[in-house]
């Protein structure tokens, strides 16, 4: 009986693992560039895929983001169907917009005066 629970165990445990490295060498590393346009500092920049109920962290480094500069950031991706995020800014005057449906994988994004 023990011999059975531990062969199970250890299939079970292969089965993760290779499903686990598949899942993991089927994504890709993008990379995107950010363009600020606002005419002012950017202090909060947030990515989140399409229809994720919640944003995530900041990326912006140090709250720092100035008008006129840009940022590079990677991201993995599954596949390049998956390309397409939400984008959500804060500049230095507490106004926020949010961008629907860009994709990453083939633009820089350009944040623009709202």
């Keep these: 009986m023990k011999t059975i629970l531990f062969t199970a165990v250890l299939l079970?445990?292969?089965t993760?693992?290779?499903?686990?490295?598949?899942?993991?060498?089927?994504q890709q590393s993008s990379e995107v560039t950010v363009v600020n346009n606002t005419g002012m500092n950017v202090n909060d920049l947030y990515f989140s895929i399409v229809g994720a109920n919640n944003w995530g962290?900041?990326?912006?480094?140090?709250?720092?983001?100035?008008?006129?500069?840009?940022?590079?950031?990677?991201?993995n991706v599954v596949d390049k169907d998956h390309c397409d995020w939400d984008i959500q800014y804060v500049t230095s005057d507490g106004k926020s917009a949010t961008l629907k449906g860009i994709n990453l994988c083939e633009q820089t994004v350009v944040l623009e005066k709202k």
Excluded: M, R
């Design 16 to 26: 993760i693992f290779f499903a686990s490295n598949s899942y993991a060498q089927t």
């Design 57 to 75: 962290f900041d990326v912006v480094p140090k709250d720092d983001f100035k008008d006129g500069e840009t940022l590079k950031f990677k991201f």
């Design 12 to 14: 079970f445990g292969f």
